[in-house]
T-cell receptor, first 117, second 108 residues
Framework: EAGVTQSPTHLIKTRGQQVTLRCSPI?????VYWYQQALGLGLQFLLW???????NRGNFPPRFSGRQFPNYSSELNVNALELEDSALYLC????????????????FGSGTRLTVV | RKEVEQDPGPFNVPEGATVAFNCTYS??????FFWYRQDCRKEPKLLMS???SGNEDGRFTAQLNRASQYISLLIRDSKLSDSATYLC?????????FGTGTQLKVEL
């Protein structure tokens, strides 16, 4: 079974530019979560999408936005990039039910490492 | 108070030791709990979901104490390969909130 896939793996952008990050969840998972992890810091919740709708967002400015497509893949857009946006951006997916015998947690992709210069 | 708090460590332990981490949370309405392992510059990987009755997976045991609002992770017979950062996560409020992680270093 393919895991959560993210693209690109690395990205270098200039301050003020815009960036789009992509995530494909595990097949059968309808929920997608986005997190930011700056160097040396914890995982900060950005956005949650489920069934094509934004269900919750973290304490981030509106220049962080995204969407979820009918196939449950998702994009994260960041406008007007700032130096402090440099971080590892992680996408996670989850099956919203419960499957006996499995770990039933959130599965992360390997992330996109964004550097803003 | 942070939603989820962990001692950042590092915990330096000899190979073969038993080590325990605690994680406290502030929202009593929390619904689900997890332990993740994160290696340097990698994504977090799910180690265990934590259930009210406690659960065990090989050398790893997780416990949940709702009354005192903490979860714990016990690692027995530590291996060098257990060296990583251990994150606890609290599900609820339509998101999964993580602590900042506890760093474990297992030494020869």
């Amino acid at each position: 079974e393919a895991g959560v896939t993210q693209s690109p793996t690395h990205l270098i952008k200039t301050r003020g530019q815009q960036v789009t990050l992509r995530c494909s969840p595990i097949s059968g998972h309808t929920s997608v979560y986005w997190y930011q992890q700056a160097l040396g810091l914890g995982l900060q919740f950005l956005l949650w999408y489920d069934e094509g709708e934004e269900r919750n967002r973290g304490n981030f400015p509106p220049r962080f936005s995204g969407r979820q497509f009918p196939n449950y893949s998702s994009e994260l857009n960041v406008n007007a990039l700032e130096l402090e946006d440099s971080a590892l951006y992680l996408c996670a997916s989850r099956y919203r039910g419960f499957i006996t015998g499995q770990k039933n947690g959130y599965t992360f992709g390997s992330g996109t490492r964004l550097t803003v210069v | 108070r942070k939603e989820v708090e962990q001692d950042p460590g590092p915990f330096n332990v000899p190979e073969g030791a038993t080590v325990a981490f605690n994680c406290t949370y502030s929202n009593s309405a929390s619904q689900s709990f997890f332990w993740y392992r994160q290696d340097c510059r990698k994504e977090p990987k799910l180690l265990m979901s934590v259930y009210s009755s406690g659960n065990e997976d090989g050398r790893f045991t997780a416990q949940l104490n709702r009354a005192s609002q903490y979860i714990s992770l016990l690692i027995r017979d530590s291996k060098l390969s257990d060296s990583a950062t251990y994150l606890c996560g609290r599900g609820g409020g339509n998101k999964l909130t993580f602590g900042t992680g506890t760093q474990l270093k297992v030494e020869l």
